[in-house]
Each structure stands twice: as C-alpha cells, then as structure tokens.
C-alpha cells in the first residue's frame, strides 16, 4: 500500500491483505482482512525488543476491553533482529507480554513493506469495511484512538456494516511455573538470592540452590499497590539493586525495584517484604528529561528532576544498581533512552547521562546517545557499565581524576548492527544484551540475550570471547562468589531457571559474522530533500500553541557526512534537507513531537486551563540510497489521518 497523494476526501485505500508465516492466538486458524470485514480493525507493526512497541501493547489494553465487540487488534510482528524471526522466541514474546489480540508472525516484512511501514511502532487503522482511516507512528496515540473508535462506531452503525460480536483471540493454554520469565537476580547477605518473576509481576526470594522458593513478595498479579508482601502488586519488575546497609538502615528499605510498567521505582524491607514507592508517578514520560549539565571544566552535574520523586513521570526502568561514586541509585531508563538518578536519602531524581535520542554517540553525559539500556552495574574502579540493548552495545560511563563523567563504546556500532562475532572489541558484535556483571579480573560477563550467550569484553585488551551459549535468552548474569570457586548465575528468562555455570579456562572465540538489520532503502536524489511529517490533532484535541509553536523536529545522519544542511532541532514538522553527493547512502535519523490538549478544534477556540495534554513521538531511522531518480521529498506519518 502506497499513501495516497491526493486529500482524503477524493481517494478511499483499501487496506493490503495480511501474509506472513503463521499466526498465533487464534486456535490454529488463519486470518484474512475478509474474515475481519465488520470490524474495526488496528493493525500494530511491532516487535519484541522494542520498548516502544512494549508501551503500545499497554495503551491499546483498555481500548481492546471496552470496544471487545466491535474491535480486532492484529498485531504484525516485524522482526528487527535475527533472533527475533524464530518463532518459538515469538511464541515466548506473546506470552510473555500477555498478548492478547491475534499476532501474525511477518519474518519476511511482506505486510510491513505492503503498508510502507518505516518505524517501530506504527498503527494503521482499517474500518469496518476494509478501508485505511488512519496511519499512526510511535506511541501516546491512545487518546486519539479514543475519539476515532467511537466515530467509526456510530458512522457504521449507521451504514449497517458494523458487525458486533467476538473476536477471533484464541487464549493459549496457562501453564504453571516457579519462574515465569525471571528478569534480573541478587544474592542477599544471608546467601538466598532475590529474583525478579516478571512474568508473575512479583518477587521471589530463591535459596542458595536456585530452585527452593524461599518467599515470595508481591500478590503475582498484574497491579500497582503499596503494603505487605501478601498484598503489594508489581507490573513486570525487572532491575534490583541492594543499598548499602547504613543507608539502608537510614531510609527503610533495603532493595530499590525497577518496577518497569508501572514506571516507578519501588523499596523493599527485607525484614517483612513490606513494598513502598520510591519515586515516579505511573505516567509514563515521552518527552526527554533533557540533558545533563556539564561544567566548563567537564566534571558532570545530574540535571535535577525533582526533589518530589513521586510527581515524577518516568519511563520503563529496567534496571538499577547503586553507585559508590555517585551516592545514588542509577536506572536504566530504557523507555528514554538515558541513564537516571535517584538519591534514597532526599529523593531527588536526576539525568545522570544522555540527552533522550536514540543511537550510539559517545562524549560527555549531556551529549552522548543510548538506546534503551536494560541492564547496569559498577566495577570495583566506580566506573558504570551499561548493556545498552538496542545498538546490540556495552556501554561505560567512565569518572576521569577530576571528576568527569564521559560515556564510551567497548561494543557495538549502532541501532542496526548487530551478530555474534569474538575478537577485537571494535568488530566484535553482540545481538540485544540485557544484562552485565564485573568479573573477578576486572572483565565485564554480558548477557547476549538474543545470542543465547554469556560473553566476556576484557577492558585491558579490548577482546571479547564466549564463556556460555545454548542458553534461551539470557536477561542477567551475575557473578557468585558464595563457594570456594566463583561460578556465574545466568537467568534463562525462556526457560524460566537460573542456573549456575563455571567460568571457564579457556572461552570459547565464536566468529558467526555481523549483520545490519535489513529494511528497504528509500532511493533519494542528492541536494535538497523536502522532509514533512504529517500529523493531524485527534477530534477532540488541538494543538497546544498557548507557548509557541507546539511541534518540534529533530534531524541527523549516520554517516554525518550524508547531511549537507538541515540538521538539529527546531519547531516545525517540515523541512529542507540538503544530502552529499559524495555519500552514496546512509541513515536518516528523526524525531518528531506534537503536543495537543484536550479543548476545542476550531479556529480560535481556547484551550481550558486545566485541560488534559497529550505529547505524540516517533524516532525513525530511515535507511536511504542516492540515487539519480529518487525521490526530492519524504513524507513521514506522525499522526495521518485519512479519514
């Protein structure tokens, strides 16, 4: 399917048909827009690793409740990793995030290439009658869905070709577990081991064998509650942090909780697993929290949040653990793509590094680029290791004589870059790591989720090599020195187990080769390129220009070479950019934001003082070709309306 070029109002585009290699939730059946004909059908292109894509599944959960009889979600899962084209880690990912709406498996892209999807996450809405209303990129749309099911609801009501009814979901059979998906682990002073059950939304406290349940905390279903370990309630935890034991004995609790879809911080006291929040608000952040300030004389300085922890938004923290150097809580935000703060004694909240874009850029904290850090840990020299996922990477952020803080690269090359090759650190490959742990000799264990490994980066030689694989999906890894030898505990999240490995003599040295995520390159000519990103307010909304214009676009490339002019941040959705002959392709990388609030449409109309605002967002990488016939212009969809 092509956008089209004329105005809504003179062309309809029939929705393309859904192919792919099978499908799931659906009892064994397959699905085609004809068996949909009725129905209000959103189409979400999404993958696994992708957190954003993670926040969708959560917005539509409401919508999908309320409108059950009118409304199919189909979820078209589009793989960016290699790993992620196997369907039994597929069939894992939909258990695991508790999909319930049908998912059709598009290893190949035929369905996203069929909609000229360019982004993870876009949602494509088709009527009741097999006609597409609307394109949507990134996350916070579910407000506008809001408006835009009702409407189509009444308008087909009225033409007698709604058709109310079940859906075609198929619930899988439950299977019951100890574990299911365990996150991340932490041995406690009395030998146990705590463990995040994020597939159960609570916390296992796990004896020195990794098999006896000691406790649990947190009631296993899905919530957000504050109490005694019998009645708190969890939503996915993930990073577990212990704090030291004065000021642990100063504050009240012992464990600081990544709580990752409730998007708050959470304690834990040990001595009766009584669960209190620490910091967020449970609205998810979007907009970056800006970056952090560094001195003239380079030394870091956190960009202050907050002192009030509780009204501050964050977003997907994933894991925690605590810093010596800093004297605070550190959190990889991955839903922001940036390191965060949080100080237990004041509850002050703080940017520690990056600036919210997401890619690999190096340099000091306010300038440097993540792209979603899932898992964080300190070694004996204070210095901060980062499994910075989505660039397949292992970060540091390093503290110089003086004080200055700067990030590094020891693996990884950027957001599509990804493999399972050993050697030299700097054409070493990783796919998706989650988790990261210091080693006896000062080298950095991995968890090379994707790769099914444990790898090892020795900072003194700058190599990698392979101390485990045939693993299923390992989220975290964490070095044992309980016994007379040190043995490594791997979380095999697929396999719901922890499991104890030796660290071995001699690694292995793996050379699988490295690969780029392959999408479609656009074919665009040198010189100027007219960019636009279209975005329409949902009915009910207007844009919020009480401050000036309310949209901002933000552009770069990799090379930086690709782009002549245009890049940087400004207001407006629409631009020109001037692209080098000289580099014959590359990837365009873009940020658009809206902001509109609830309040009246027409022209004029004042927005109420006290009104709802809702912040629309997508990052898109766009792979593109030079070329003599391609194309003067790009057009991009925010918020498309074809309605």
């Not at 408006?147 to 019951?176: C, F, M, N, Q, W």
Request: aromatic share 6%; proline share 6%.
């Amino acid at each position: 399917m092509e956008s089209p070029t004329q105005t809504a109002s003179t062309v309809r585009v029939r929705a393309s048909e859904l192919q792919g290699r099978g499908w799931l939730n659906t009892g064994g059946a397959e699905l085609n827009l004809e068996k949909l004909r009725g129905k209000i059908v959103i189409l979400d292109f999404w993958t696994f690793c992708c957190i954003n894509c993670l926040h969708v599944l959560d917005e539509l959960r409401p919508l999908e409740e309320e409108y059950a009889d009118v409304l199919v979600t189909v979820g078209v899962h589009s793989p960016k990793f290699e790993h992620e084209a196997d369907p039994v880690a597929l069939a894992a990912a939909v258990e695991r995030y508790e999909i319930t709406h049908p998912v059709l498996d598009d290893p190949e892209l035929v369905t996203w290439q069929a909609y000229s999807a360019r982004a993870w996450p876009t949602l494509v809405v088709v009527d009741p009658e097999g006609y597409i209303v609307a394109h949507l990129s990134g996350e916070g749309h579910a407000a506008g869905l809001a408006s835009l099911i009702p409407e189509l609801i009444a308008e087909h009501e009225a033409k007698g070709t709604l058709h109310r009814g079940d859906g075609p979901y198929v619930a899988p059979d439950p299977v019951a577990r100890d574990l299911r998906f365990p996150g991340k682990v932490l041995p406690l002073p009395g030998g146990t081991f705590l463990v995040s059950d994020t597939g159960h939304h609570r916390l296992v406290e796990m004896a020195a064998d990794l098999a006896t349940v000691v406790r649990t905390i947190g009631a296993g279903t899905r919530g957000f509650a504050d109490g005694t370990a019998a009645d708190a309630a969890f939503n996915e935890p993930q990073g577990l942090a212990l704090l030291p034991g004065e000021l642990a004995a100063q504050v009240g609790y012992d464990v600081v909780v990544a709580d990752s879809v409730n998007h708050r911080l959470r304690g834990v006291a040990l001595a009766d697993g009584t669960v209190r929040t620490l910091a967020g608000n449970g609205v998810q952040r979007l907009l970056d929290a800006g970056p952090a300030r560094v001195r003239d004389d380079g030394a870091a300085t956190s960009s202050l949040l907050g002192t009030a922890p509780l009204q501050v938004a964050l977003s997907s923290p994933w894991d925690v653990a605590y810093s010596h150097v800093l004297k605070t809580v550190v959190v990889a935000m991955a839903g922001v793509h940036q390191i965060f703060g949080f100080d237990p004694l004041t509850g002050a909240v703080s940017v520690v590094a990056g600036n919210g874009l997401e890619g690999l850029l190096d340099g000091a904290p306010g300038q440097a680029w993540f792209a979603q850090p899932s898992g964080i840990t300190e070694d004996a020299k204070g210095n901060l290791w980062v499994a910075d996922s989505e660039t397949s990477a292992l970060r540091v952020l390093t503290f110089g004589e003086s004080g200055s803080l700067s990030v590094e690269t020891a693996i990884g090359e950027g957001l599509f870059d990804f493999g399972f090759r050993d050697g030299d650190a700097s054409a070493a490959r990783l796919q998706h790591p989650l988790g990261v742990a210091v080693l006896p000799d000062g080298s950095v264990a991995v968890a090379d989720t994707y790769n099914g490994a444990v790898r090892r980066y020795d900072p003194v030689t700058r190599t990698v090599s392979t101390l485990a694989r045939g693993l299923a999906e390992p989220s975290d890894v964490l070095l044992d020195e309980s016994g007379d030898v040190p043995l490594l505990i791997v979380v095999e999240a697929n396999r719901h187990q922890l499991i104890r490995l030796p660290l071995p003599k001699n690694a292995l040295q793996v050379d699988e080769g490295a690969a780029q995520t392959q999408r479609p390159k656009t074919p665009v000519a040198a010189g100027d390129l007219a960019l636009t990103i279209r975005f329409a307010a949902p009915t009910g909304q207007k844009l919020d220009d009480r401050w000036g214009d309310p949209t901002q676009l933000k552009v770069s490339a990799t090379p930086p070479e690709l782009l002549v002019a245009g890049g940087g941040t400004s207001v407006g959705l629409s631009r020109t950019l001037s692209l080098s002959p000289d580099v014959p392709e590359g990837v365009l990388h873009l940020t658009a934001r809206a902001a509109a609030c609830d309040g009246p449409a027409e022209a004029g109309g004042e927005i109420p003082d006290h009104a709802a605002c809702h912040l629309y967002q997508q990052d898109w990488g766009i792979p593109v070709v030079l070329a003599a016939d391609g194309a003067a212009q790009l057009t991009l969809e925010l918020r498309g309306m074809d309605f």
